[in-house]
T-cell receptor, first 111, second 115 residues
Framework: RKEVEQDPGPFNVPEGATVAFNCTYS??????FFWYRQDCRKEPKLLMS???SGNEDGRFTAQLNRASQYISLLIRDSKLSDSATYLC????????????FGRGTQLTVWP | DVKVTQSSRYLVKRTGEKVFLECVQD?????MFWYRQDPGLGLRLIYF???????EKGDIPEGYSVSREKKERFSLILESASTNQTSMYLC??????????????FGAGSRLTVL
């Protein structure tokens, strides 16, 4: 079983829509959780960390469900500029800072 | 801002050539990583290093080696390039342990084509 799994999409939504991505992880010892954004032909960049109590950054909300071992990303009021691939990443406590990435979910926001 | 610089954005090499990919970070990070990224396969870890002269195998180390002689520099070496090593190579670094631990900063990538 893969360490981290994501629905690859693509998700195609109109501007202004709300869209949610989930990401499941297999190791219950995972300790840190992140969402990265990757634009076409660019490197991944940190979008936000995911905290146990959930956290929000503007139109973006991240949630962690340890019992079911998944993290989620909600994007409200989608903009054209949100079009990208969203990668989730998790760590395990004993792996010296190594991140395990999902394969990414592709989002296209259309006008 | 942390900057991770990869020396070459685009390379074209021939099968059997030795290839060096260089990566330098300027924020005194302990951890450095080499990933490759291929369509449909996502990011796959080749090697990582958590200290000078230390290295750990990732998920796909075969056909690659690494060198970390200085803290800021992590090199990926393809001893004898093959066509199945055509890929985007991404270097990353993180501060671990410490605040912001595990947050990776990536370089812009090196797109390698092996003919």
């Amino acid at each position: 079983r893969k360490e981290v799994e994501q629905d690859p999409g693509p998700f195609n939504v109109p501007e202004g829509a709300t869209v949610a991505f989930n990401c499941t992880y297999s190791n219950s010892a995972s300790q840190s959780f992140f969402w990265y954004r990757q634009d076409c032909r660019k490197e991944p960049k940190l979008l936000m960390s995911v905290y146990s109590s959930g956290n929000e950054d503007g139109r973006f909300t991240a949630q962690l469900n340890r019992a079911s071992q998944y993290i989620s990303l909600l994007i409200r009021d989608s903009k054209l500029s949100d079009s990208a691939t969203y990668l989730c990443a998790v760590t395990r406590g004993s792996t010296l800072g190594r991140l395990y990435f999902g394969r990414g979910t592709q989002l296209t926001v259309w006008p | 801002d942390v900057k991770v610089t990869q020396s070459s954005r685009y390379l074209v090499k021939r099968t059997g050539e030795k290839v060096f990919l260089e990566c330098v970070q300027d924020m005194d990070h302990e951890n450095m990583f080499w990933y490759r990224q291929d369509p449909g396969l996502g990011l796959r870890l080749i090697y990582f290093s958590y200290d000078v002269k230390m290295k750990e195998k990732g998920d796909i180390p075969e056909g690659y080696s690494v060198s970390r002689e200085k803290k800021e520099r992590f090199s990926l070496i393809l001893e004898s390039a093959s066509t199945n090593q055509t890929s985007m190579y991404l270097c990353a670094s993180s501060l671990y342990p410490g605040s912001g631990a595990n947050v990776l900063t990536f370089g812009a990538g090196s797109r390698l084509t092996v003919l």
